[in-house]
Structures are given as C-alpha cells and as structure tokens.
C-alpha cells in the first residue's frame, strides 16, 4: 500500500511540474502567415490564412484583392472601410465577407485588433493590388 501511495505521489508531482500551455500567446504586430498551400482538392488555387494584429488606430494601405476575403475578429474591433459603403465596427466574435475586388482600408479599433483573415485565390494571382489614396 506504501509503495502504491509513493508511486501515486511521485506522478502527481511530475504532473505538477509539467507547465500550462500559454493561452494568451499573441503574434507579432502585422500579417502573420498561418497558411499559404495549395489544397489537394483544388490544385490551381491557393489557400491564404493569416493571424492579423494591429494596434490601437493603425491604418493600413487602402487595397483590394481578386477573390474574396473573409475576415473573422477575435480580440479587440476592426472597422471595415469600404469605398462606397457606410464604415461598419466589428468586435471580437464577430465575421464579414468583403467581396471580390471591394476597396478597402484596415483599420483597427481603439484597443487594437486580432483577426483571422482567410482567402482563395487562383495560384498565381496577386495577394492585393493597392489602390492610391
């Protein structure tokens, strides 16, 4: 019983020792490539994930891309500037799908932003074409 005792002591301690996952790991500040491969089952087109962060009030260029871009916000807010439509406010837990070829300007809230930013494109076909302002 002793020896059952020590055994069950010792792996509680090794347990014990063995640190948390760090849950509250944040990416540099900028676009940060999650994934950029070409998906087995549609071999001409390109699959482009990334972990978008952006501090307080940073302005990004003004752009548009070929193929839509769906956006989905995790922490902060993100407004959505979109040539010819009403700027829209977007918070953590919130998504948007900005068409094909819409110009718009990043913007990040007041506390900054973290969104995930997913798109497919024809391989071959630019990220995003900027706009002049």
Do not use: K
Not at 38 to 43: D, L, Q
Not at 60 to 70: D, I, K, L, S, V
Not at 103 to 128: E, L, M, Y
Request: hydrophobic share 45%; with cysteine; charged share 20%.
């Amino acid at each position: 019983m002793r020896v059952a005792a020590v055994l069950v002591a010792f792996a509680l301690t090794g347990c014990a020792s063995t640190p948390a996952p760090d849950s509250h790991w944040q990416p540099p500040l900028g676009s940060n490539d999650v994934f950029n491969a070409t998906p087995g089952a549609a071999p001409r087109q390109r699959l482009l994930v990334a972990d978008l962060r952006l501090p307080p009030d940073a302005v990004g260029a003004t752009h548009y891309h070929p193929w839509e871009e769906y956006l989905y916000v995790i922490e902060g807010s993100a407004v959505l500037d979109m040539e010819g439509l009403e700027p829209r406010t977007l918070t953590a837990g919130e998504s948007f799908i900005i068409p094909a070829r819409q110009v718009h300007t990043p913007r990040a809230g007041a506390n900054g932003v973290r969104a995930i930013v997913t798109r497919v494109h024809d391989a071959g076909d630019p990220v995003r074409i900027e706009v002049a302002e």
